[in-house]
Nanobody, 121 residues
Framework: QVQLVESGGGLVQPGGSLTLSCAAS????????MGWYRQAPGKQRELVAI???????NYAESAKGRFTISRDNAKNTVFLQMNSLKPEDTAVYYC???????????????WGQGTQLTVSS
């Protein structure tokens, strides 16, 4: 079974920084795009940033200039470095991966369980 496990969430003051990590494990043949999404209370889940297997990133407008997505393909891990955090960044952050399972040989999108980020003084 494939699992995505996020880590690194917590409480940060406005203007602070934090890095989230997400590791994919299990029987994996290949991973295509990996991404970060977030969902604030009462709102729909939204894209924050995605990165291709070749390392090309794409960001939501709210993340541009403040967040950096990166990945370590050898470790099947994606990171989200977040700077200049604002209270409106408060949300549960989810990672996902578009990958081919070694068990089923099928391509599918997998999600992590989410990690809470709270930006507050």
């Amino acid at each position: 079974q494939v699992q995505l496990v996020e880590s690194g969430g917590g409480l940060v003051q406005p203007g602070g920084s934090l890095t989230l990590s997400c590791a994919a494990s299990g029987s994996i043949l290949s991973i295509n795009d990996m991404g970060w999404y977030r969902q604030a209370p009462g709102k729909q889940r939204e894209l924050v940033a995605i990165i291709t297997s070749g390392g090309r990133p794409n960001y939501a407008e709210s993340a541009k200039g403040r967040f950096t997505i990166s990945r370590d393909n050898a470790k099947n891990t994606v990171f989200l470095q977040m700077n200049s955090l604002k209270p409106e960044d408060t949300a549960v952050y989810y990672c996902n991966a578009d990958l081919v399972s070694g068990a089923t040989r099928l391509r599918a999108t997998y999600w992590g369980q989410g990690t809470q980020l709270t930006v507050s003084s």
